[in-house]
């Protein structure tokens, strides 16, 4: 027997391509609210340090966050767009560089970014929103998530270059950054305090 109920109609094109727009938008507002913030954050101003030509900026505090905050491949695009942000032209590194920045001294800490804020969206694991004893476990392993990519992997490629472009020994270079060092794991525990808290309240 013929049944006479019809078909559910096909999805038009338009439809689709609405469906498409809406899912793009989904997934791609974050990493540029992220890339925006790295720019904000060189912008907003910067500390100098004795010794070293690289200032202290807030941009690894969110680079921390955006890897805390965000899946990989979203963190690693936020990334990637305010690295290629500079490389076209763009004033968006601190005070005011762009090109030039990515082959000076702090290159290194700069292009450490990516890999850095890959590697704390991998290893971070899930938020624990339920009770204080697991926003502080949460709070903790986020805390070395952010040190392992925001101060050991985007360090390890600061020291490399600029001791490379400067032609001043390694051991020179990490004594005299020291000063960031410290900064940056006080950046991580803010940063995991703060994703931490924001994963409970989600």
Same mark, same amino acid.
């Given at each position: 027997?013929?049944?006479?109920?019809?078909?559910?109609?096909?999805?038009?094109?338009?439809?689709?391509?609405?469906?498409?727009?809406?899912?793009?938008?989904?997934?791609?507002?974050?990493?540029?609210?992220?890339?925006?913030?790295?720019?904000?954050?060189?912008?907003?101003?910067?500390?100098?340090?004795?010794? *070293?030509?690289?200032?202290?900026?807030?941009?690894?505090?969110?680079?921390?966050?955006?890897?805390?905050?965000?899946?990989?491949?979203?963190?690693?695009?936020?990334?990637?767009?305010?690295?290629?942000?500079?490389?076209?032209?763009?004033?968006?590194?601190?005070?005011?560089?762009? *090109?030039?920045?990515?082959?000076?001294?702090?290159?290194?800490?700069?292009?450490?970014?990516?890999?850095?804020?890959?590697?704390?969206?991998?290893?971070?694991?899930?938020?624990?929103?339920?009770?204080?004893?697991?926003?502080?476990?949460?709070?903790?392993?986020?805390?070395?998530?952010?040190?392992?990519?925001?101060?050991?992997?985007?360090?390890?490629?600061?020291?490399?270059?600029?001791?490379?472009?400067?032609?001043?020994?390694?051991?020179?270079?990490?004594?005299?950054?020291?000063?960031?060092?410290?900064?940056?794991?006080?950046?991580?525990?803010?940063?995991?305090?703060?994703?931490?808290?924001?994963?409970?309240?989600?």
């Amino acid at each position: 027997m013929q049944s006479n109920t019809p078909a559910p109609a096909a999805p038009s094109s338009a439809a689709k391509s609405v469906s498409t727009a809406r899912r793009i938008a989904a997934v791609s507002w974050k990493p540029l609210l992220f890339a925006v913030l790295m720019w904000v954050s060189a912008a907003a101003g910067e500390i100098p340090i004795p010794g *070293t030509p690289v200032p202290i900026t807030l941009q690894t505090f969110v680079v921390m966050l955006a890897g805390l905050m965000l899946t990989w491949r979203q963190a690693g695009a936020a990334v990637a767009a305010y690295l290629a942000a500079g490389a076209v032209g763009l004033p968006v590194f601190a005070g005011g560089a762009s *090109t030039m920045a990515l082959v000076g001294p702090s290159a290194g800490f700069l292009l450490g970014f990516l890999p850095g804020v890959i590697v704390i969206a991998l290893v971070k694991g899930g938020a624990r929103a339920k009770g204080a004893a697991a926003m502080l476990l949460t709070a903790l392993r986020y805390f070395a998530a952010a040190f392992l990519g925001g101060v050991v992997v985007v360090y390890a490629f600061g020291f490399l270059i600029q001791s490379a472009l400067t032609g001043a020994p390694l051991m020179v270079v990490a004594l005299a950054s020291m000063g960031f060092v410290v900064g940056d794991i006080v950046k991580a525990a803010a940063a995991s305090l703060v994703a931490a808290g924001l994963a409970k309240l989600r």
